[in-house]
């Protein structure tokens, strides 16, 4: 590696720097506590792990104390020396190390065993690494987490502890980075949903999340917006069943497939099975009724709750759920209009991107090796996609083989204001549950013939998206998305009258208002709103009640005193526009 490229902005060095700090992190933690058993420490993309076999658990006390040896070890400057040993040796060099020990024992024969050497502490490892310790900034690590794993990720294998770390070249990045994970902490949905009345999560229902009243406004305000953009892109729209029988299933592959992530039941002594996806029901929509070329292109659109099962430790409030909306579409169509829709479904997801100030990326998934129908196919497809996005003046990157096994797809990974990148949108090229179903349409010829189709997700699910634009708004939502847009304060009883008529003209030009009539101090009451995350707050005290006028204080806490339909007018066009 050329010394240019000793920075992080080159990824393999970036890995390389972090994997040494796994083992630096392995290595305080064999010196401390002598009892422990090293499983795995790999370099991740933010930071690096090790998972341990402890008989105790790893308090935030004890973490203090490993990064400490950890900085002493950055200090001694040791040199990392790489070996090889022969397998029975290797195995004896390891013996007290049961996890490493498994490992050496799972290697095909003919693999080479390799080790790595700092001061008095070594790790089987392929590499590669830094070539001393010293390299490491000692006072630019954090110890961030840590949490349980199962030995391999089997959950009937036995229960580690993952300790988590972070670390940078310069003490100033590592505390650029801790600020950004507490904003992150600040901005978590979980935490928000809570506070601002929009969702919660019970026992009664893991992995069930309920809406609270705030949060239907919000999500239904949502599902307006989609329904009115869809529309507009000449979607119809549907409702499936939430339980189909086994033989449907069967034919789309999911029972042999998925079933194991699948909620089933038996009625009348047939089995049946909770969706776990639109797409089968939106299939037999299709097949309803005879189609002709001149219906296509169809785009069927469907806001589609399906349930999955999802292991309990994988369940993370709003983004990771047993059940959610999916704002599926699915859209038949020739193989000639292929890339008119494939630009037409960009064109709409750019624009619903954009109103959440969105940025994405765009990634071309191609062909899995385990994949079904004709390579030739296989290659249109992938090549349409790619010249659709490319005569759009945007950029891909490729993701090879990470296709789905029934076509190549776009993948659209959007950026939130801490830069954080989130996976919704898809845009996935389907040739074959179309010849499942058996598909058809009349063509000009007269022939019947077999439509390709398109299954797309804009927003993912609706559950996951209103988590992401939770945390990307910091909960502060854009007006037309607020559940309560206006919070109108009277300053006395005086003014309550008063507070009541705003609040009325309000609500009949269609806005979400409210008034505080309780008897708190006017500083109370805006501040409650402001923690609310309220767009507007009207204090209305005499002066306003004699000029007919209100006293409009932003988020920001700026305040601009206006004649009431001056305001509404106001309010309209900012709902109207959508502006953020």
Known sequence: MADNQYTFENEQYRKT???????????????????????????????FYYDLDSPFAFTPEIMEKIEAEMRKICKEKLKLE?????????????????????????????????????????DLCAGPHLDSTGRIKGNAIKLTACNAAYWRGDSNRETLQRIYGIAFPKKAELDEYLEKIEEAKRRDHRKLGKELGLFTLMEEGPGFPFFLPKGMVLRNTLIDYWREVHKRYGYVEISTPMMLNRSLWERSGHWDHYKE?????????VDFAIKPMNCPGGMLVYKSEPHSYRDLPLRIGELGMVHRHELSGALHGLFRVRCFTQDDAHIFM?????????????????????????????????????????????????????????????????NEGDGAFYGPKLDFHLADSLGRTWQCGTIQL?????????LEY??????????????????????????????????????????????????????????????????AAGFRAEVDHRSEKLGYKIREAQAQKVPYMLVLGDKEQENGTVSVRNRKGETTVMPLDDFIAKLREEIDTKAR
């Open 442 to 507: 009349t063509g000009a010829d007269g022939e019947k013939h077999r439509p390709v189709m398109i299954h797309r997700v804009v927003l993912g699910s609706i559950e996951r998206f209103i988590g992401v634009i939770t945390e990307h708004f910091a909960g502060a939502f854009p007006t037309w998305l607020a559940p309560v847009q206006v919070k109108a304060l009277p300053v006395t009883d005086r003014t309550a009258e008063y507070a009541d008529t705003v609040e009325q003209a309000l609500t």
């Open 334 to 398: 020739t193989w000639e209009q292929m890339k008119d829709e494939i630009k037409n479904t960009v064109r709409l997801f750019d624009e619903v991107y954009s109103v959440f100030g969105l940025e994405y990326e765009i990634e071309v998934s191609t062909m899995p090796e385990d994949h079904m129908g004709d390579e030739k196919d296989w290659d249109f497809a992938t090549e349409t996609l790619k010249a659709a996005v490319a005569e759009m003046g945007k950029s891909y990157v490729i």
């Open 17 to 47: 720097y972090w994997h040494t700090c796994s083992h630096v992190l392995a290595q305080a933690v064999k010196r401390l506590y002598p009892e422990v058993k090293l499983a795995i420490g790999p370099s991740i993309d933010n930071g």
């Open 82 to 122: 790489r070996f090889e040993l022969p397998r029975d040796e290797a195995l004896e060099f390891m013996k007290d190390e049961p996890y490493k020990v498994e490992l050496i024992n799972d290697l095909p024969e003919d693999e080479v065993i390799s080790f790595y050497k700092q001061g008095e502490f070594t």
């Open 261 to 269: 992530n699948m909620y089933t039941t038996v009625i009348d002594d």
């Open 430 to 438: 389907d040739m074959q549950l179309p010849e499942r179903f058996e």
